[in-house]
């Protein structure tokens, strides 16, 4: 069996992913649209290998050898080897599903396609393939690196075998998986996005200034951020999106996004990565 380990999409999920296939030892092809985005994609991993080398928890020549095992490219043809191939590209269900069919007429028939979507169904990006069964979600955590999840989640046709071999792997990079079937949001959204709605909706009301929601939920409840910080962090864009796919998924008003949400999106305030967002960067 190949041992080539495919991620398409060079961004911030794909080239930490791309990163963590390559230091436990898989030799990884990394597929983005264009050359620029992939050089950014492999500075980025350079620059993260760079600080354990920093910190002595990597030798320069390991982390020579790491980056010497990814291969950046534009072709698609490229991973046509691979015995999986992780899909980390925009948040967009045609752009997914186009490249799920795409995978499937190029890769063997045994390699498993994996989607790291946050919210996207899987059950539907396998009906996108004629091998529903080998698709199967590989959800992440930001910064791929530093977090030890995988949500791995199983969409309706998913088979066993497919689950076994996606947890295994996880394992191999060093995660922890952990199963969840293919509803909206999955677990991991469906349990944050309504706490930050809800931390918007207490600041929008006035109940406390957004220090006073975020301290709470620190120094109550042992959250490392608050739930303000981390809407910024995420993406104000982002969460708004989330929470409109569990709103249309479930069609209970109880995932309705806040007011103040839609309103911070339109004025373009997206969080760190627009310089503003609950706080100003
Ligand atoms: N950023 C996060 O915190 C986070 C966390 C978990 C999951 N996710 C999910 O991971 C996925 C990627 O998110 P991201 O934050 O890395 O996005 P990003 O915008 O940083 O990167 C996406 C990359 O995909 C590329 N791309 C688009 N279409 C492509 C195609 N057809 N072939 C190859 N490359 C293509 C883009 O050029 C871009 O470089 C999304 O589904 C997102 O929901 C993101």
């Known amino acids: ?73 534009t072709e698609m043809k490229d991973l046509s080897n691979a015995f999986i191939v992780v899909e980390a590209v925009t948040e967009n269900f045609d752009v997914k599903s186009a490249v799920f069919k795409t995978l499937d007429e190029i890769t063997g028939a ?37 977090m030890k999840l995988v949500e791995v989640i199983r969409g309706a046709a998913t088979s066993d075998e497919t689950f076994e071999a996606t947890r295994a792997l996880s394992e191999k990079l060093g995660k922890t998986a952990l199963e969840c079937q293919d509803y ?21 009301e006035g109940v406390a200034t957004r220090e006073s929601i975020d301290g709470i939920m620190k120094l109550g409840m042992n959250h490392p951020m608050g739930p303000l910080a981390l809407a910024d962090f995420i993406g104000l864009d982002v969460c708004l999106a989330i929470l409109n796919v569990l709103h249309d ?25 627009s310089g503003r967002g609950f706080y100003e960067y």
Request: proline content about 4%.
């Open 110 to 146: 045994d390699a498993i396609l994996a989607s790291n979507t946050s919210s996207i169904s899987i059950t539907k990006l396998g009906e996108a393939t004629r091998r529903p069964y080998k698709v199967i979600g590989m959800h992440f955590m930001n910064p791929v690196p530093v």
């Open 1 to 73: 069996m190949s041992e080539i380990f495919g991620v398409i999409g060079a961004g911030t999920m794909g080239n930490g992913i791309a990163q963590v296939a390559a230091r436990a030892g898989y030799d990884v092809v990394m597929r983005d649209v264009a050359e620029d985005l992939l050089a950014r994609g492999v500075t980025a991993i350079d620059r993260s290998l760079q600080r354990d080398v920093d910190k002595e928890r990597l030798t320069a020549d390991e982390k020579s050898a790491i980056i010497s095992r990814i291969r950046a490219t």
């Open 249 to 273: 998924g479930f069609g209970d008003p109880k995932y309705r996004a806040c007011p103040l949400l839609k309103r911070y999106v339109d004025a373009g305030w997206l969080g760190k990565k």
């Open 184 to 204: 909206p949001g999955f677990v991991s959204n469906r349990v944050l996005m309504p706490m930050i709605n809800e931390a918007i909706f207490a600041l929008h």
